[in-house]
């Protein structure tokens, strides 16, 4: 494993350890670090994995600035513009729902729960997460094929992981933890 693959592992992975810790230990880490600068983190977090990922695949795939190498073939660029179009949208509506602050824990952290019944949340569990996948599907069928659809398997499998950790972070979330710690009121 190259110096370059281990910090993207790292920086990819690191946001989701801290939002598994935050779902399931929010008042403790809210004791720690107040709500607000938690976002602050998160955000900048997930920043550094979006650069991590660029930076991953412009060392290790793209070799040359020929923009028509880094694309697949016309069907499949398309149909992952869609996708991603698709994934972005379903992010910005939750996002305008939620808020930021509700976005990254609000309710497992300082107990602000609004609930929402808008209609992505009727239709979607976890809809952050599935607008994720969607996006990043849409990725590997922007990136992930050449020019004869034969798959590229240093754009597929680090897309495969990232799906992986949002499908295990939607998992993990979807089933309530049996002790969350919560301080006691006397």
């Known amino acids: 494993m190259t110096f370059t693959q281990f910090a993207w592992l790292t920086a990819v992975t690191i946001p989701h350890i801290l939002y598994l810790y935050a779902y399931h230990y929010g008042p403790s880490l809210q004791a720690i670090i107040p709500h607000k600068e938690f976002v602050n983190l998160a955000i900048i977090l997930r920043a550094v994995s979006i650069g991590a990922t660029f930076i991953l695949f412009q060392q290790t795939l793209f070799h040359t600035w020929s923009i028509y190498e880094w694309f697949s073939p016309y069907p499949l660029a398309f149909l992952g513009i869609v996708l991603m179009l698709i994934g972005i949208t379903i992010n910005k ?94």
């Open 93 to 186: 509506i939750v996002y305008a729902e939620l808020g930021v602050s509700g976005v990254y824990y609000a309710c497992e952290m300082i107990q602000e729960c609004h609930f929402i019944d808008s209609y992505i949340f009727k239709i979607l569990d976890h809809p952050m997460y599935v607008g994720a996948i969607i996006t990043i599907l849409g990725g590997i069928c922007l990136a992930g094929f050449d020019e004869d659809k034969r798959p590229r398997p240093r754009v597929i499998i680090p897309f495969m992981y990232m799906i992986a950790l949002y499908m295990f972070t939607m998992f993990v979330e979807s089933h309530p933890p049996t002790q969350k710690m919560i301080p006691h009121k006397d």
